[in-house]
């Protein structure tokens, strides 16, 4: 009994071919880096009021999280992703990425639980330089 099922075959995978002449070249990133990201953009966009007295908690210093550094990272890469479908791009990214991140950084048992940094209604979330070198522009890496 044969099946019609057919099994993978990486040496018969077909390479993809290179760009047609004329064609648009790969987008580039906007952000070179998650800390350009978060220090341009998302503590901008993303403004809660944050302190310890309050349900929201964010420390200037987020590059000192492990936690941080990898949700952020992922927020950073999914926002260049997303930002170029021009349809629900921008939804899908808040819905599924933003808001659920956010939600589980600045929770009270978070990675910020006892930052004290503080910010007012409506202004930017906290920030603080990371140290020199600990973020490349990966614009500027040789391909």
Not at 9 to 38: K, Q, R
Not at 120 to 142: K, S
Request: charged fraction near 25%; charge should be negative; glycine fraction near 6%.
């Amino acid at each position: 009994m044969t099946s019609d099922v057919k099994e993978w075959d990486e040496e018969a995978t077909p390479e993809v071919p290179p760009p047609a002449p004329g064609a648009a070249a790969e987008p580039t990133l906007f952000f070179g880096s998650v800390d350009e990201f978060v220090r341009e953009r998302l503590r901008y966009t993303y403004t809660r009021r944050v302190g310890p007295q309050g349900p929201n908690r964010w420390s200037a210093e987020w590059w000192k999280s492990p936690e941080a550094i990898s949700r952020l990272d992922a927020l950073w890469r999914s926002w260049e992703a997303l930002r170029l479908e021009p349809t629900f791009g921008m939804s899908v990214w808040w819905r599924d990425h933003a808001d659920h991140h956010m939600r589980m950084l600045m929770s009270s048992d978070g990675p910020f639980a006892d930052s004290r940094d503080t910010n007012a209604q409506g202004e930017p979330l906290p920030y603080a330089a990371p140290p020199v070198g600990m973020f490349v522009d990966v614009r500027l890496l040789p391909s």
